[in-house]
């Protein structure tokens, strides 16, 4: 089974820009999240999606993040314009019906 | 109160030891808990799931305490390759699965040889 794929691997931009990362999740998997992992803490939510429809986004940072899911399958999710706070990991997760959570690499994100 | 708490460490153990975690949870609805590892520079790993009843698998051992909120881990006979971090995961409702999963910060295991 290809496991959670997410690209790119390391971004490193400059804050006020933007930057854009993308996920495929687990085939078949209907649940797909996005976490954010700043060094030293836990995964933290961001935005889950259930086919393509946003379950939960209380903790997304509306004014700057953004992510859709248009098809249910592949998802980006957008930061314009970045800050500093915004350097960690974004990781992204898939899951199906009563299963655990299915991680990608993640993308290692530095904003300077 | 945080919503799930755990000892950053880190936690130095010489290789054979047993070693435990503990976390807190501060959500009494919750009704799944979990530990992933999560090695350095990689993606969290599901390492077992935290039944009422304990469960365990070869050298890892968990128990839950509903009562005073907290669940633990136990490292028996420690390797090297368990050097990793360890976090708690508690569902924030009374659902199952992978929905409103809350982490803790992890706490930090270093065996050494």
């Known amino acids: 089974e290809a496991g959670v794929a997410q690209s790119p691997r390391y971004k490193i931009i400059e804050k006020r820009q933007s930057v854009a990362f993308w996920c495929n999740p687990i085939s078949g998997h209907a649940t797909l999240y996005w976490y954010q992992q700043i060094l030293g803490q836990g995964p933290k939510l961001l935005i889950q999606f259930q086919n393509n429809g946003v379950v939960d986004d209380s903790q997304l940072p509306k004014d700057r993040f953004s992510a859709e899911r248009l098809k249910g399958v592949d998802s980006t999710l957008k930061i314009q314009p970045a800050k500093l706070e915004d350097s960690a990991v974004y990781l992204c997760?898939?899951?199906?019906?009563?299963?655990?959570?299915?991680f990608g690499n993640g993308t290692r994100l530095t904003v300077t | 109160r945080k919503e799930v708490e755990q000892d950053p460490g880190p936690f130095n153990v010489p290789e054979g030891a047993t070693v435990a975690f503990n976390c807190t949870y501060s959500n009494s609805a919750s009704q799944s808990f979990f530990w992933y590892r999560q090695d350095c520079r990689k993606e969290p790993k599901l390492l077992m799931s935290?039944?009422?009843s304990g469960n365990e698998d070869g050298r890892f051992t968990a128990q839950l305490n509903r009562a005073s909120q907290y669940i633990s881990l136990l490292i028996r006979d420690s390797k090297l390759s368990d050097s990793a971090t360890y976090l708690c995961v508690v569902n924030r409702g009374s659902g199952g699965g992978a929905d409103g999963l809350t982490f803790g910060k992890g706490t930090h295991l270093i065996i050494q040889p």
């Open positions: 935290v039944y009422s």
């Open positions: 997760a898939s899951s199906t019906v009563n299963s655990p959570l299915h």
